[in-house]
């Protein structure tokens, strides 16, 4: 079983995960309704893709 000789110090184990940091989510504007969307997904609120109507959004309705 392999057990390590010396322990690792904080610097080394540090460097180590220096790549592990979660990076930041991409964001443009919609064309139609102006706003934030990841790129190539569907617009979350108007509901649109390419310019095209992909999924119908039911109005709210005050009852």
């Known amino acids: ?3 390590p000789k ?3 110090s904080k610097s ?3 460097m180590r995960r ?12 919609c064309p139609k309704c102006g706003e934030m969307m990841r790129p190539h997904h569907v ?4 509901g649109t893709y390419n ?10 309705t005050k009852a």
């Not at 617009?43 to 108007?46: A, D, E, H, R, T």
Request: aromatic letters at 0%.
């Open 51 to 60: 310019n095209r109507s992909v999924i119908v959004k039911k109005e709210e």
């Open 43 to 46: 617009c979350p609120s108007c």
């Open 18 to 29: 220096s790549h592990d940091a979660l990076g930041v989510n991409a964001c443009v504007e």
């Open 1 to 3: 079983m392999a057990v």
């Open 6 to 8: 010396k322990k690792t």
């Open 12 to 14: 080394k184990r540090d």
